[in-house]
């Protein structure tokens, strides 16, 4: 089966950086995902790494490493509209998602 | 462009009934694929639409069935409820090829 672990919750100050790390078990996937979920919410696309290395998206910034089974995804400025839960998701055949255990991530003032 | 759109948004129904739940996908959306989030938890996959078929499907019961019309939407229909499937049901659409999944708000179904 597929298994993604990340921290159950984070919690930073505005202005501050963060990284949410996912570690996964997996026999094969395309790459790995970001999702932001807000309570009550829908989760919502942050990023996507289909090979090795970092990619940049605004603030968000997202690594995969599959010789290490893991990724992060670092939150640079945070602002209190960043509190909400983040999942990691492997992204298998037909972009199927498999999502991680998912981080809630507190920012304070 | 209204993006994805799910009804109802709350369902309370009893143990051994029946539901159906209703997604239509963004605009230029082929692929429909529904997902099952517990409280608390990250969401599980049960199965993805394409063309009118069942294209994959997760680790989910017989009781959970769907279809696509041919207008993309899509119909997820659980049976013979039980308290267990109290959860949040979400819809995402992709286009073909596209690693982007587009969710919608979601379903919240409590079965008392």
């Known amino acids: 089966g597929q298994s993604l672990e990340q921290p159950s919750e984070v919690t930073a100050v505005e202005g501050a950086i963060v990284q949410i790390n996912c570690t996964y078990q997996?026999?094969?996937?395309?790459?790995l995902s970001w999702y932001q979920q807000h309570d009550g919410g829908a989760p919502t696309f942050l990023s996507y790494?289909?090979?090795?290395g970092l990619e940049e998206t605004g603030r968000f910034s997202s690594f995969l490493s599959r010789s290490d089974s893991y990724g992060y995804l670092l939150l640079q400025e945070l602002q209190m509209k960043d509190s909400a839960s983040y999942f990691c998701a492997v992204v298998g055949g037909f972009q199927k998602l498999v999502f991680g255990t998912g981080t809630r991530l507190l920012v304070s003032p | 462009d209204a993006g994805v759109t799910q009804s109802p948004t709350h369902l309370i129904k009893t143990r051994g009934q029946q539901v159906t739940l209703r997604c239509s996908p963004k605009s230029g959306h082929d692929t429909v694929s529904w997902y099952q989030q517990a409280l608390g938890q990250g969401p599980q996959f049960i199965f993805q639409y394409y063309e009118e078929e069942e294209r994959q499907r997760g680790n989910f019961p017989d009781r959970f069935s769907g279809h696509q019309f041919p207008n993309y939407s899509s119909e997820l229909n659980v049976n013979a409820l039980l308290l267990g499937d109290s959860a949040l049901y979400l819809c995402a659409s992709s286009g073909t090829g596209q690693v982007e999944q587009f969710f919608g708000p979601g379903t919240r179904l409590t079965v008392l």
């Open positions: 997996t026999s094969g996937f395309y790459g």
């Open positions: 790494n289909g090979l090795d």
